[in-house]
């Protein structure tokens, strides 16, 4: 059983910047997708980020990108989501979510989540 295990939330003003990390309890972090979701409140969860086991790959939703930056350290089991520019509309719950690389579905696991408040 995979553990995701978030932190680094917290309340910011419009602009500034927070960083997100998920730790992860498996024994070959590589073999895993990793991914970022959030959801506001009122709306479903949405994707926000991912990045593929080898660190290799990246891929953003439209309203981060060159804002949010997804990166992984294997060796630390540990993946990150750098967030710049931030604004009020980003204020949401961050859940860290994995994948087996072998599989083409949906993702296995997820955090408990981390809440990120922008201020206005």
């Known amino acids: 059983q995979v553990q995701l295990v978030e932190s680094g939330g917290g309340l910011v003003q419009a602009g500034g910047s927070l960083r997100l990390s998920c730790a992860a309890s498996?024994?070959?972090?590589?073999?895993?997708?990793m991914g970022w979701f959030r959801q506001a409140p009122g709306k479903e969860r949405e994707f926000v980020a991912t990045?593929?086991?080898?660190?290799?790959?990246?891929y953003y939703t439209d309203s981060v990108k060159g804002r949010f930056t997804i990166s992984r350290g294997n060796a630390k089991n540990t993946v990150y989501l750098q967030m710049n520019s931030l604004k009020p509309e980003d204020t949401a719950v961050y859940y860290c979510?994995?994948?087996?690389?072998?599989?083409?579905?949906?993702?296995?696991?997820w955090g408990q989540g981390a809440q990120a408040t922008v201020s206005s």
């Open positions: 498996v024994r070959t972090f590589s073999n895993y997708h």
């Open positions: 979510a994995a994948k087996r690389a072998t599989t083409s579905g949906p993702y296995e696991y």
């Open positions: 990045i593929r086991g080898s660190g290799g790959n990246t």
